[in-house]
């Protein structure tokens, strides 16, 4: 007991003389407590060592007030994250509260696009044919009326799109200019199809050929009747059936043969016949079978000639003139018949073949 308050009186003691008054009762008592059991730290006088207790007592003092601060700042951040998640969810609960009447908005608003989209489709069909009709009375070359019609097309389609996308709020000027910018960049990007659009006007313009003319062009030896000229290529129709796609700009810029430029076409043939077979005889069989068949044109010239001495035969020509529509019948028929009037009458049509001659090297 005695040393219990003995201990108070000196923690008591050193609140009221040498301790600041911001240092509890308490505090000060630790002190003097640990100041009685272990004793003065160094050789120093005993206010020393007080001292250096009260000093540890205010440092804890201060950490406990950064502590508290701390604390405030951390409940501070709490409190705004709590107000910003609430502030969201009572958003997101607007939304859903809101989003039935905006669905059924923009169904509504879907469905009077839709209707526009299928009846500008039906009126842009109505402008078309009204535009055939009108350009066929005028008795505007075909080709030129599928290009025309083709144009149309594309550019009532692409007024039809930027009204649809001006009904969704979208602007129109913006759109135009983002369109002319989209424009410009596309036109880089496809020169090549550029040129085919050119060309096809070129085609259309100049009129080298036209549909329903045999053309054979030059640059890849393509032939065929013209089916269709439209705005990037030119379609032809082989005899064999297949269709053959040629790109407008190439085509423009390049050597072709139109044969129906003229209402007939003259036919060559070369026909080759031994050395000993008889020139005269093989021309009179030749024209023989040429005026006996009517895909020949008698009023114009026919001419069976020598084309070429060649190292096994002798080449005779044959030219006479057909109608277009009658050129390969009248190929394919004169080949055959002329072969089968030399066997009948003993003209030999001979191969390629080689004379070896061994000489004796006794001799």
Same mark, same amino acid.
């Given at each position: 007991?005695?040393?219990?308050?003995?201990?108070?009186?000196?923690?008591?003691?050193?609140?009221?003389?040498?301790?600041?008054?911001?240092?509890?009762?308490?505090?000060?008592?630790?002190?003097?407590?640990?100041?009685?059991?272990?004793?003065?730290?160094?050789?120093?006088?005993?206010?020393?060592?007080?001292?250096?207790? !009260?000093?540890?007592?205010?440092?804890?003092?201060?950490? =406990?007030?950064?502590?508290?601060?701390?604390?405030?700042?951390?409940?501070?951040?709490?409190?705004?994250? #709590?107000?910003?998640?609430?502030?969201?969810?009572?958003?997101?609960?607007?939304?859903?509260?809101?989003?039935?009447?905006?669905?059924?908005?923009?169904?509504?608003?879907?469905?009077?696009?839709?209707?526009?989209?299928?009846?500008?489709?039906?009126?842009?069909?109505?402008?078309?044919?009204? /535009?055939?009709?009108?350009?066929?009375?005028?008795?505007?070359?075909?080709?030129?009326?599928?290009?025309?019609?083709?144009? #149309?097309?594309?550019?009532?389609?692409?007024?039809?799109?930027?009204?649809?996308?001006?009904?969704?709020?979208?602007?129109?000027?913006?759109?135009?200019?983002?369109?002319?910018?989209?424009?410009?960049? @596309?036109?880089?990007?496809?020169?090549?199809?550029?040129?085919?659009?050119?060309? =096809? !006007?070129?085609?259309?313009?100049?009129?080298?050929?036209?549909?329903?003319?045999?053309?054979?062009?030059?640059?890849?030896?393509?032939?065929?009747?013209?089916?269709?000229? =439209?705005?990037?290529?030119?379609? /032809?129709?082989?005899?064999?059936?297949?269709?053959? !796609?040629?790109?407008?700009?190439?085509?423009?810029?390049?050597?072709?043969?139109?044969?129906?430029?003229?209402?007939?076409?003259?036919?060559?043939?070369?026909?080759?016949?031994?050395?000993?077979?008889?020139?005269?005889?093989?021309?009179?069989?030749?024209?023989?079978?040429?005026? =006996?068949?009517?895909?020949?044109?008698?009023?114009?010239?026919?001419?069976?000639?020598?084309?070429?001495?060649?190292?096994?035969?002798?080449?005779?020509? !044959?030219?006479?003139?057909?109608?277009?529509?009658?050129?390969?019948?009248?190929?394919?028929?004169?080949?055959?018949?002329?072969?089968?009037?030399?066997?009948?009458?003993?003209?030999? @049509?001979?191969?390629?073949?080689?004379?070896?001659?061994?000489?004796?090297?006794?001799?």
């Amino acid at each position: 007991m005695f040393i219990n308050d003995l201990i108070n009186f000196l923690g008591g003691l050193f609140t009221v003389r040498d301790i600041p008054s911001s240092v509890s009762s308490n505090d000060a008592a630790a002190v003097g407590q640990r100041w009685f059991f272990r004793g003065p730290v160094s050789s120093g006088s005993v206010s020393s060592d007080i001292a250096a207790g !009260v000093d540890a007592v205010s440092a804890n003092a201060v950490s =406990g007030d950064t502590a508290s601060a701390n604390a405030a700042t951390i409940s501070e951040a709490a409190a705004e994250s #709590v107000a910003e998640i609430t502030e969201n969810l009572s958003a997101f609960q607007q939304f859903m509260q809101t989003l039935p009447t905006r669905a059924t908005a923009f169904a509504i608003k879907a469905t009077f696009a839709l209707i526009i989209l299928v009846g500008g489709c039906y009126l842009i069909k109505i402008v078309r044919l009204i /535009l055939r009709k009108s350009l066929e009375k005028a008795r505007v070359d075909l080709s030129i009326r599928h290009f025309i019609d083709s144009l #149309v097309k594309v550019s009532l389609f692409a007024l039809l799109l930027i009204y649809i996308a001006s009904y969704f709020g979208v602007e129109t000027t913006s759109l135009v200019a983002l369109l002319g910018s989209a424009g410009v960049t @596309i036109a880089l990007a496809i020169q090549g199809s550029l040129s085919n659009i050119t060309g =096809g !006007v070129l085609i259309l313009l100049l009129k080298p050929f036209k549909l329903g003319d045999y053309i054979h062009e030059d640059n890849k030896g393509n032939e065929g009747v013209v089916k269709e000229i =439209g705005l990037f290529y030119t379609k /032809l129709h082989t005899l064999d059936g297949r269709t053959v !796609v040629l790109p407008n700009g190439p085509l423009a810029n390049t050597s072709l043969i139109n044969v129906n430029m003229a209402p007939m076409r003259q036919l060559i043939l070369t026909v080759g016949i031994s050395y000993d077979s008889d020139i005269d005889k093989a021309r009179e069989l030749i024209l023989e079978v040429l005026n =006996g068949s009517d895909l020949i044109l008698k009023d114009l010239q026919k001419k069976v000639y020598v084309d070429s001495l060649d190292e096994s035969a002798v080449t005779l020509g !044959v030219r006479a003139f057909v109608k277009n529509e009658d050129y390969f019948e009248a190929k394919w028929y004169f080949t055959e018949a002329i072969k089968k009037s030399f066997d009948k009458n003993g003209i030999s @049509i001979p191969f390629n073949q080689l004379d070896v001659h061994i000489k004796d090297e006794k001799e």
